[in-house]
C-alpha cells in the first residue's frame, strides 16, 4: 500500500538525513521526535516502510526503539543530535532556530 505524500516525503527526509541507514542509538530519539510530530498511526506507516527496506533485525530493532520510545524519554542531546541530522537532510520539522548555538556550527 502506498503512503500517503506526506509520509512519503518523512521517509525520503529520512534516507536523506540517514543516507547508510538509521543507527540503533538514534532509534529512541527518532521516534520520540516524531510522534511529537505525526499521530502513532503515521509513525507505524513510517517503521512498516522503513522495516520492508531493511532485514528483519532492522524491522525488529525499529518495532522495539517504538516500544520504548512510548515509555522512555530520551536524553535532550539525543533529541538534539537527530534533530540536527534531520535538518542536514532538509527535514522542515528541525528547523534551525530549534537548535542551540553549539549545534548550528556541529557537523
Do not use: C
Not at 541530522?85 to 548555538?101: F, I, N
Amino acid at each position: 500500500m502506498a503512503l500517503p505524500p506526506v509520509l512519503a516525503s518523512v521517509i525520503d527526509w529520512l534516507r536523506a538525513g540517514y543516507p547508510e541507514g538509521v543507527p540503533d542509538v538514534d532509534y529512541i530519539p527518532l521516534f520520540a521526535l516524531l510522534g511529537s510530530e505525526l499521530t502513532d498511526a503515521d509513525i507505524n506507516a513510517i517503521a512498516d516502510e522503513l522495516a520492508a527496506s531493511g532485514d528483519e533485525s532492522t524491522a525488529q530493532g525499529i518495532r522495539n526503539a517504538i516500544e520504548k520510545a512510548s515509555h522512555e524519554k530520551p536524553l535532550d542531546v539525543d533529541v538534539a543530535r537527530v534533530r540536527a541530522r534531520l535538518a542536514a537532510g532538509g527535514w522542515p520539522l528541525a528547523k534551525a532556530d530549534q537548535l542551540t548555538p553549539a549545534e548550528h556550527t556541529a557537523d
